[in-house]
């Protein structure tokens, strides 16, 4: 809706509903770089909190989120058991060791690629 009205120049009901609102919070990368972006332009109406480089989302989300949402996400767009199927985690931080954690903890055979020395050494372990 909000990419249609823009589309079609509707762009001061955004203004309007923006002076009253108190902020907003992002929580990825791509969204915070965007929100600096507005900032450096002067084009960001209210204040926004980065959450995506809390050290509660880095440590904490990306890990244990990804454990819960991966295989949960699978099963249900397959419907197929894991147990037994092979499973290649591109890169090994923070949300690969979860992923890795959680196809292993369903019984997967899990690969994993990494291309930093130290990462791929902590995969092996």
């Not at 309007?16 to 109406?45: D, F, N, P, Q």
């Amino acid at each position: 809706i909000i990419k249609r009205l823009l589309e079609a120049g509707v762009t001061d009901k955004w203004n309007k509903i923006a002076k009253r609102c108190v902020g907003v919070s992002e929580e990825t990368t791509t969204g915070v770089h965007r929100l600096y972006t507005m900032e450096k332009t002067g084009s960001l109406l209210f204040p926004a909190i980065n959450v995506n480089d809390s050290v509660t989302k880095s440590k904490f989300d990306n890990l244990y989120g990804c454990k819960h949402s991966l295989p949960d996400g699978i099963m249900r767009a397959t419907d197929v058991m894991m147990a037994g199927k092979k499973a290649v985690i591109c890169g090994y931080g923070d949300v690969g060791k979860g992923c890795a954690a959680a196809m292993r903890a369903n019984g997967c055979v899990v690969y994993v690629t990494e291309i930093d020395p130290i990462c791929a050494l902590q995969a092996c372990m």
